[in-house]
């Protein structure tokens, strides 16, 4: 294993602050995974995973077991921890700018379609290794104009040719839970199970440019635009929300590296015997099927659901509470489905998420992610 410094906050042509990579395997030697942990910062559970992730590694390393190429970013936000703000970390949004740390990464398919015209053919991985090339290229022409930016640059820069893509993220207060690409079901599918996911939320575009999507989506888009080229989905990254920012402890962690170590050896990238897999929680859901819910006042939040728990159309699942003027509001979604994610906040002001529903059938469009 060897780790590498880059240089992300720079002034006055001295960098201050750097993001650390660790390296394990070598690079053209069998598959490629990055892995990455807290985009968002504060997203403790995931970097305490990525923590038991690198002992488990560097053990597997010391043995030779290690059958391809592991990037592992411990830490992926180093800008976002520095920022705290009157005691409270806040690792979501860029200060400087306002931008969501993980939205607007360079979709690299549209200069890849003019690039790439009239040479793509039948063989699959001839296609691959040229996609990649290009898409290297791609990420590298890009000329960040700020430090944020220059921080997903060089994120992007180590993951877009990888085979494997696992973007750790937690939420405010949730089940484990996993956005992918549709077409990416069958392969995400097992690092489900093996995880214990309660949903695993799919889509061909969310919206927003994603990390994971703008790995992933790359492959799918030049397949419909090259539509007699061979161009499989040759990235399976997802996004896994390792439940809420307040489930830290060793016991989640250790259950999570092991899943990840396991997925590993499935892909075939760790050289340890790959154990069955358990019994799937959940299928996919379209994420358009995901009802969101929001304050309709200001005022006391009051679950009347669990996280977990199944509720029907209409069924209240919170009161919105205004202590000044009395008025109480039941909160309820349109649809049935499964309570999955809230907010960690107990007093609201209007239009503040409340929580999230995963029903079974379409019904939303547009940007699908919050921002
Ligand atoms: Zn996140």
Redesign the pocket.
């Known amino acids: 294993m060897h780790s590498t410094k880059h240089p992300i906050a720079i002034d006055d042509n001295v960098a201050t602050l750097h993001l650390t990579s660790l390296h394990y395997g070598a690079p053209g030697s069998g598959k490629k995974v990055y892995i990455q942990a ?3 910062a504060d ?1 403790v559970p ?1 970097m305490l995973v990525a923590h038991l992730l690198r002992g488990r590694l560097d053990g597997l390393d010391a043995e030779g077991k290690i059958k391809g190429e592991i990037i592992l970013v411990p830490a992926a936000n180093p800008l976002g921890l520095s920022q705290v703000m009157h005691g409270a970390p806040f690792g ?1 949004y860029d200060l400087s700018t306002g931008l969501n ?2 939205r607007a990464y360079r979709h690299a398919a549209e200069a890849l379609k003019t690039a790439l015209a009239g040479r793509l053919g039948a063989d699959a991985s001839a296609n691959v290794a040229l996609i990649r090339e290009y898409a290297r290229r791609e990420v590298a022409a890009w000329e960040p104009a700020d430090n944020a930016a220059t921080l997903k640059k060089t994120l992007l820069g180590m993951a877009i040719d990888a085979d494997i893509v696992l973007d750790l ?3 405010n207060e949730a089940l484990l839970h996993m956005y992918t690409g549709t077409p990416l079901v069958e392969t995400i599918q097992p690092l489900a199970d093996l995880m214990g996911a309660r949903v695993l939320l799919v889509a061909k575009e969310s919206g927003g440019e994603a990390f994971d999507e703008a790995c992933s989506r790359l492959w799918w888009d030049l397949a419909d635009h090259f539509p007699d080229a061979t161009i499989p989905p040759s990235c399976a990254a997802v ?1 896994v ?1 390792l439940r809420g920012e307040h489930d830290v402890s060793y016991a989640y962690a250790q259950q999570d590296a092991d899943a990840i170590v396991q997925y590993l050896a499935h892909a075939g990238v760790l050289d340890i015997p790959a154990g069955s897999l358990p019994a799937p929680q959940c299928g996919p859901t379209p994420l358009d099927a995901v009802e969101p819910l929001a304050a309709p006042h200001a005022g006391v939040l009051v679950f009347h659901k669990k996280l977990g728990e199944q509720v029907a159309a209409g069924e209240p699942i919170a009161d919105v509470v205004n202590p000044v003027s009395g008025q109480v509001t039941p909160v309820a979604a349109s649809r049935a489905g499964l309570l999955f994610a809230s907010t960690a906040h107990r007093h609201l002001l209007r239009g503040m998420h409340i929580c999230k529903v995963a029903g079974a059938e379409s019904f939303r469009s547009g940007d699908l992610l919050s921002s």
């Open positions: 807290a985009i968002h997203e995931a979501r740390f993980n993220h937690c939420d996004t929300e």
